[in-house]
C-alpha cells in the first residue's frame, strides 16, 4: 500500500521518497513509553513490515524550547501531561490536528504556540526497508499538515516516523 493510498487518495505517490533501513528486533521494548504493561501490545502487518503498538493513545508536538517531541497522554492516570521527551517516536493509527483559533492567533501575534499535534498510539517497527515521504506543517503557509514534495493536505496515516524535528509517514 502506497502512503498517498494509505491517505485514501487516487493518485499514486510522486516525487522524492526516502528509503530507512530499521535495525530488527530493536531495543524499544525496554524504552519507559513502550514497556507500559497496562496497554496491551498489538501486531499489524504492513507492506512486509512488522509494525507492534501498544493501546496507549497520545499526542506529540515538537518542543521549540527543548528541540525535543514531547509526549502527552490522551488517557490513564497522568492524561494531559507531558510523560516524555524524545528526539525519535513512533505512532499507529496517526491523525494530523490543527487547531485553526491557534493557527489564527499565531498569524494574529507573529508568535508561535502549540497548535497543531500528531495524535496516535505509540509503537514502533521492524523490517528491512521502508518507503517515507516526509510531512510538515507551517502555520504562515498552511492550515493543515502537508507532505513536503507535493504540498497536498495530510490528515492521518498508518504508521508515523518522528525523528530530528521530522515527520516521516509510511
Same mark, same amino acid.
Given at each position: 500500500?502506497?502512503?498517498?493510498?494509505?491517505?485514501?487518495?487516487?493518485?499514486?505517490?510522486?516525487?522524492?521518497?526516502?528509503?530507512?533501513?530499521?535495525?530488527?528486533?530493536?531495543?524499544?521494548?525496554?524504552?519507559?513509553?513502550?514497556?507500559?504493561?497496562?496497554?496491551?501490545? %498489538?501486531?499489524?502487518?504492513?507492506?512486509?513490515?512488522?509494525?507492534?503498538?501498544?493501546?496507549?493513545?497520545?499526542?506529540?508536538?515538537?518542543?521549540?524550547?527543548? %528541540?525535543?517531541?514531547?509526549?502527552?497522554?490522551?488517557?490513564?492516570?497522568?492524561?494531559?501531561?507531558?510523560?516524555?521527551?524524545?528526539?525519535?517516536?513512533?505512532?499507529?493509527?496517526?491523525?494530523?490536528?490543527?487547531?485553526?483559533?491557534?493557527?489564527?492567533?499565531?498569524?494574529?501575534?507573529?508568535?508561535?504556540?502549540?497548535?497543531?499535534?500528531?495524535?496516535?498510539?505509540?509503537?514502533?517497527?521492524?523490517?528491512?526497508?521502508?518507503?517515507?515521504?516526509?510531512?510538515?506543517?507551517?502555520?504562515?503557509?498552511?492550515?493543515?499538515?502537508?507532505?513536503?514534495?507535493? %504540498?497536498?493536505?495530510?490528515?492521518?496515516?498508518?504508521?508515523?516516523?518522528?525523528?530530528? %524535528?521530522?515527520?516521516?509517514?509510511?
Amino acid at each position: 500500500m502506497s502512503p498517498v493510498a494509505s491517505q485514501g487518495a487516487s493518485h499514486p505517490v510522486s516525487s522524492v521518497q526516502e528509503v530507512h533501513s530499521l535495525p530488527v528486533g530493536t531495543s524499544l521494548d525496554r524504552h519507559p513509553l513502550y514497556a507500559d504493561q497496562k496497554y496491551l501490545s %498489538k501486531g499489524l502487518t504492513t507492506t512486509g513490515v512488522v509494525v507492534k503498538y501498544h493501546t496507549m493513545k497520545v499526542k506529540v508536538y515538537f518542543n521549540l524550547h527543548r %528541540k525535543l517531541f514531547s509526549v502527552v497522554a490522551l488517557e490513564g492516570e497522568r492524561k494531559g501531561r507531558v510523560i516524555a521527551h524524545e528526539t525519535e517516536l513512533w505512532l499507529a493509527n496517526a491523525k494530523f490536528k490543527v487547531s485553526e483559533a491557534g493557527r489564527q492567533r499565531v498569524l494574529r501575534e507573529q508568535r508561535k504556540n502549540v497548535h497543531a499535534f500528531v495524535v496516535g498510539e505509540i509503537g514502533y517497527a521492524t523490517g528491512e526497508a521502508m518507503v517515507f515521504r516526509q510531512v510538515t506543517y507551517n502555520p504562515y503557509l498552511y492550515s493543515s499538515f502537508v507532505f513536503k514534495d507535493s %504540498k497536498e493536505p495530510v490528515y492521518s496515516a498508518d504508521l508515523v516516523w518522528l525523528e530530528n %524535528k521530522k515527520i516521516h509517514i509510511t
